[in-house]
């Protein structure tokens, strides 16, 4: 991969001294993570200028040697690709930071790009009609938002001038409507599972429980821990969502739980302390994944069609359709963790459609 030489300009400003009166370079240098001061004396002075005109003239000649004196930066784009990742998980989840370095990086591998600069707007539209003749339009979409950003991220480095990505337009495409998953497809689920010789398999059957009946996400019940398991009295039980790691929506929720699932939760580990686990074991959200595809095996047929999604979101999209019998929109929202109507009213008109409530 070609090397992209760059010689980066010094980011900074002029500020005078409050006490001194004297004037200061703030300055980050090339290849420097922190802002570095330096004050501006003229020669034969120990103590920085108090006017502001010879202090822009010495600032300049300060930049001036300073660049002068140094060789250029040479950043490959696989240096660059990781420092986006890192800067990345500021904002993002470390496996979200991933993945976006992931896709662009495949995007780079596809358009045969060595350098920044060939980042064009038409070689992220050609990738992009590509790309959707294989996947769905929301991984489009995910796709070029992360091209994006990594575009503004070689903007604040100054090594792209625009961003090409903004200039790409998708199409709009309406939401696939969720899978509707009849309750006896559930029970043969969880009997499937029950007569498996899987070694683990009461863990999974309390897991497909809490999802059927709290709608709670899978990466939400691999994170459960005894503590969040609430006895509010009155023989009133719940489950705090996001007591130990942030939900997709950034805030936890208290979601019910009826009786017997929470005797059931109890009883599958009756000597767990408050900080342990649910579960005796925690494997990896696609783990479980695929062995429960193998569970679900000869059922109805509601995840045979394409963008459906995984038996996890269809057993979270039955307990919000059970849900919608009784809940208005705006308890349906928090209990299912949704931050937008829109998607809950979905869920509405699928229970309505169905034929689950009037």
Known sequence: MVNAKKKLIPRGSLYKHTKTGGWYLRVRWPGDVEYSSVP????????????????????????????????????????????????????????????????????????????????????????????????????????????????????????????????VRLRKVPPLPPVLMPTKSVEAVLEGIAESEYDFKYDMIIAVRIAAKCGLRLSEILQLRRRAILNQGEGNYAVLVGEKDPTKSGQWRIVPLSADLHDAILANRPKAKPGDSIFHCIPKSGQWQRRLKLFSEGLEGFLTRKGTGSLWHALRAYCATQKAKTYPVYRLMYEMGWSDSKVAQRYVTLAQAAGVIG
């Open 40 to 167: 501006l004396r003229p020669p034969g002075e120990d103590r920085a200028t108090k006017l502001k005109g010879i202090a822009v003239q010495l600032a300049k000649r300060v930049i001036e040697k300073k660049l002068g004196s140094e060789a250029p930066i040479e950043m490959e784009l696989v240096d660059l690709l990781e420092e986006f990742r890192r800067e990345n998980t500021l904002s993002a989840k470390p496996e979200q930071s991933q993945r976006s370095k992931t896709r662009v990086s495949r995007f780079l591998l596809a358009a045969n790009i060595e350098d920044p600069e060939k980042i064009t707007r038409r070689a992220i539209r050609s990738y992009l009609i590509d790309l959707g003749q294989t996947v769905a339009p929301k991984t489009v979409k995910e796709y070029k938002s992360a091209i994006s950003l990594f575009c503004e991220f070689l903007i604040e480095r100054e090594l792209l001038m625009f961003n090409p990505a903004r200039a």
